[in-house]
């Protein structure tokens, strides 16, 4: 009996990880505009605004709501086609959310949520001198354990019933804003389910499935926002057609009527 001691300790520490749901921006409230402060003049500025990405050197910000892959993002960031630049807007200038506060999602879970908006997002890039702001959110669910957990009372069903679940449930997805005028575009996202519903203490965890499932939506992530720099750069530019010519004047002006020849008598 002593010796199964260890592996009984490995169980309760995996039965107090259960219930993981990885969002590290749990405290955050993104808008990509504020309702309150949309009227008709956005929603004609919106129609109006034509894509501009430029053809030849393409200076990138970007925003991601989960701070722990940026460095990740960053290297991704940098294969794309045409970009020189990468710039990563601090989570400080958005939300105010200092840098030891990241990794735990904003370090004030019991505070209203920040807004974020896209224009305060635009702004920065702006003041950046950027030309495509990239907004980034990842994030994964795993529920920790499953029915069976109800039989771990006793220390021989901990050790041998398969009572974690492993099955970790993630995304990420990405919105590509024009900086100058707000042009969406395009939104990308994937999803991805990996891990085992019902396993034993001995299995792989589920964040070890949570860290290979990110590899594989980075590499997704990057082919997709490539595709879409590569389709925007091959756009050709619609030429702005003249405007109409004004409908004629059906009745047309009044003109006097020819006067007479010299020395022509008039009819009485």
Same mark, same amino acid.
């Given at each position: ?104 999602? %904003? &370090? !004030?879970? /019991? =505070?209203?949520?920040? @807004? ?11 003041? *950046? ?51 100058? %005028? &707000? !042009?969406? /575009? =395009?939104?990308?996202? @994937? ?11 001995? *299995? ?65």
């Amino acid at each position: 009996m002593p010796r199964l001691a260890p592996l009984a300790l490995c169980a309760l520490a995996a039965l107090t990880g259960c219930g993981v749901s990885y969002t590290p921006a749990r405290n955050t409230n993104f808008e990509m505009d504020r309702e309150a402060d949309i009227d008709d003049e956005d929603i004609r500025k919106a129609f109006e605004a034509r894509p501009q990405m430029p053809a030849g050197a393409i200076r990138l910000a970007y925003y991601t709501l989960d701070p722990e892959v940026a460095g990740d993002l960053e290297r991704a960031f940098g294969r794309l086609p045409g970009v020189t630049s990468i710039y990563r807007i601090p989570s400080l200038l958005v939300t105010g959310q200092r840098r030891v506060s990241e990794g735990n999602g %904003n &370090g !004030y879970p /019991y =505070g209203p949520p920040a @807004e974020i908006s896209l224009k305060k997002l635009r702004l920065l890039a702006a003041r *950046a001198n950027t030309d495509v702001l990239v907004i980034v959110d990842h994030g994964y669910r795993n529920l920790g354990a499953n029915p069976l957990v109800a039989t771990t009372a006793l220390l021989l069903p901990v050790l041998f019933v398969p009572f974690i679940d492993t099955e970790v449930k993630g995304y990420v997805e990405a919105f590509v804003v024009d900086v100058r %005028n &707000g !042009y969406l /575009y =395009g939104h990308v996202s @994937e999803e991805d389910t990996r891990g085992e519903p019902y396993a034993t203490i001995y *299995a792989k965890s589920a964040k070890d499935y949570a860290d290979e499932q990110w590899i594989d939506l980075q590499q997704s992530l990057q082919k997709q926002l490539a595709k879409l720099v590569e389709d925007e750069r091959a756009r050709k530019p619609t030429p702005s057609a003249p405007p109409p010519p004004p409908p004629p004047d059906p009745a047309g002006p009044l003109t006097a009527p020819p006067a007479a020849p010299p020395g022509t008598a008039s009819e009485p």
